[in-house]
């Protein structure tokens, strides 16, 4: 995925507009990308903490489905 965004694109990325003018542009795109793998983390620690139970299975797909959308979010947010 970041292949494809990274070969097709070769302007500023929109998150990174407001800070153009300071050049913080690697800050504020680690910022992010940090944001996007801490939060990852913090659900998948959730995630592994949830019993096994049985009647828990939708509540641990939710999670992992959580964690997948969190993970994809942040190339997203870059493209956008």
């Known amino acids: 995925m970041v292949m494809l965004v990274g070969g097709a694109f070769d ?3 929109a998150l990174c507009e407001p800070a153009v003018g300071e ?3 690697e800050e504020v795109t ?3 990308l940090g944001e996007h793998v801490v939060l990852a983390a913090a659900v998948w620690l959730l995630l592994w903490l ?3 139970w ?3 299975r939708k509540l641990r797909l939710l999670l992992a489905i ?3 959308a969190v993970l ?3 190339p997203i ?4």
Do not use: E, K, S, Y
């Not at 947010?77 to 956008?80: I, L, V």
């Open 11 to 13: 302007g500023t990325p």
């Open 23 to 25: 050049n913080r542009c």
């Open 30 to 32: 680690l910022g992010m």
């Open 50 to 52: 949830v019993p096994w």
């Open 54 to 56: 049985r009647g828990l």
């Open 66 to 68: 959580i964690v997948c």
């Open 72 to 74: 994809v979010a942040a």
């Open 77 to 80: 947010r870059m493209a956008g």
